[in-house]
Antibody
Framework: QLQLQESGPGLVRPSETLSLTCTVS??????????WGWIRQPPGKGLEWIGS???????YYNPSLKSRVTISVDMSKNQFSLKLSYIAAADTALYHC????????????????WGRGTLVTVSS | QSALTQPPSASGSPGQSVTISCTGT?????????VSWYQHHPGKAPKVMIY???KRPSGVPDRFSGSKSGNTASLTVSGLQAEDEADYYC??????????FGGGTKLTVL
């Protein structure tokens, strides 16, 4: 049973860079059948897609966050990571990693497996 | 403010049906058949209930169904059960390789 587990600091100072990692267990991140994505949920608000990555390094980013986001993949560790720069209070959120299917070589725009999320608070 | 508009709350008694709406624009919901619905029990991982407007993943009860008309998608839960009480979020592919979500609907089983 494939599982996703987010990890990273629970507290980040404003203007710094947030770094989170998602560890994939029970399956290979190098599978050609999936992209791997990040989604966040600020307290009391809805979900927001951050971006997604393929094992080859191909990425899609939310246009509103693109200038501050970098998503990378480490196949040797079966992990993918999120870096979000110039953090502010509005970036306080529960950050989820998730799996996104590829069907007949086309990215299917939904997430079929999620992690529970890790809470990140931005505060000095 | 979320890109897709959902009612903040919905409710129904056990056995009843409830429908949750998700309204977007022609640049997202109305323009593509990549609408999905997620069930989220706080503290747990979200779970996809519907994808590509009306497709159900294996393991999701057929009490859950999805549809779309114009710029509005809908999730219907029939035969409500206590375990259906959760937050529900819609999402849609949007122009230029973007993915947008709704603000969420809290479903209460009375």
């Amino acid at each position: 049973q494939l599982q996703l587990q987010e990890s990273g600091p629970g507290l980040v100072r404003p203007s710094e860079t947030l770094s989170l990692t998602c560890t994939v267990s029970g399956g290979a991140i190098s599978s050609s059948s999936y992209y791997w994505g990040w989604i966040r949920q600020p307290p009391g608000k809805g979900l927001e897609w951050i971006g997604s990555i393929y094992y080859s390094g191909s990425t899609y980013y939310n246009p509103s966050l693109k200038s501050r986001v970098t998503i990378s993949v480490d196949m040797s560790k079966n992990q993918f990571s999120l870096k979000l720069s110039y953090i502010a209070a509005a970036d306080t959120a529960l950050y989820h990693c998730a799996r996104q299917p590829v069907v007949r070589n086309f990215l299917n725009w939904h997430f079929d497996l999620w992690g529970r999320g890790t809470l990140v608070t931005v505060s000095s | 403010q979320s890109a897709l508009t959902q009612p903040p709350s919905a409710s129904g008694s056990p056995g009843q049906s409830v429908t949750i709406s998700c309204t977007g624009t022609s640049s997202d919901v109305g323009g593509y058949n990549y609408v999905s619905w997620y069930q989220h029990h706080p503290g747990k991982a979200p779970k996809v209930m519907i994808y590509e407007v009306s497709k159900r993943p294996s393991g999701v009860p057929d009490r859950f169904s999805g549809s779309k008309s114009g710029n509005t998608a809908s999730l219907t839960v029939s035969g409500l059960q206590a375990e259906d009480e959760a937050d529900y979020y819609c999402s849609s592919y949007a122009d230029s390789n973007n993915l947008v979500f709704g603000g969420g609907t809290k479903l209460t089983v009375l």
